[in-house]
């Protein structure tokens, strides 16, 4: 059987590995310069940062066993269970969050390792030469790509956030003990995570998402929201020191959940965090399960 996987992200690689084990000959084709798609880390002065998927939570025994082999590896680290929730600060606690010393790419390109993957290949149109093609995207992405109409009524169906990401490099840490805040009813700023604490380096550095509400606002022009985010996150938690910001547009962040594990018509899937919770683990179940049908 050959399968070409459009998509790099989590859910392609997921599926991609999981056939190519089985023995299918398996292309996976990516427009990004490197795997990982939102499950993303880019480097800032020397330094990675994850950028999209903040850490992961693993409570799919399936997706619980990937986590103890990158752990056993030492690529994935159980980080942290408590975040503070404002407004007022207080801790709650929650499921053990996991994340990964060399930045939450890092796992992305330990599923790639040995996969034929092409990157900076951007597709157009549904690839013709293969028994299958597995679109593994959001699905407004698929939807350029002319899919049938069973894709394309999947994907038409998903709604989907932006986040502004904003990563603040600080002179040194004034902030103390924080992993991370959940920031409810604020108009700019949804949640804070320390990156020197997640990837346990103890860098000076913030990460900030923003709401969907300043997103939308400033997606033609990310870069004006930098100082918006550094304002909210310097008040928030009684910052003086003026960060060096840089900042991220994700137009297509986070899916409202649809139905079902995958959508597919005739040879073309279509897969990815939007068919069930949209995270990390939703991404990678999605992608197994094209697989295990393929296989079926
Ligand atoms: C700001 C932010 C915070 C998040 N926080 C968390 C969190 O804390 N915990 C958690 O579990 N999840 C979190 N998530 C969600 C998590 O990142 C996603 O659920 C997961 O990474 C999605 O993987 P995917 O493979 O489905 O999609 P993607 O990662 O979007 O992968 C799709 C891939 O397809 C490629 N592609 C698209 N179109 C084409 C084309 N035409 N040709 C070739 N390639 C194409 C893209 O470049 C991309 O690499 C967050 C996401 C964001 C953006």
Known sequence: MDVVVVGAGIA????????????????VVERGRVVGGRLASKRYGGRYADIGAAYCV?????????????QSRGLARPWTDTFRVYPGGRLTTGPVRWAASGGLRSLAVDLAAGLDVRLATPVDSVPEDADAVVLAMPGPQALRLSPPPGIAAAASAQTWRPVIAAVLRYPSREWGELTGAFINEHPTLATVFDDGDRRGDSAPVLVAHSTTALAARHLDDPESAAPILASAVGELLGLRAQPEVEVHRWTYAQPEPTDGPY?????????????????????WLSGRAVAEALLG
Request: charged fraction near 20%; aromatic fraction near 8%.
């Open 58 to 70: 693993a409570d799919d025994p399936g997706f619980a066993g990937q986590v103890s082999s990158w």
């Open 12 to 27: 392609g690689l997921a599926c991609a590995r999981a056939l190519t084990d089985a023995g299918a000959r398996v292309r």
């Open 263 to 283: 959508a597919v018509d005739g040879r073309v899937w279509l897969c990815g965090d939007a068919f069930g919770r949209p995270r990390v683990q939703t991404a």
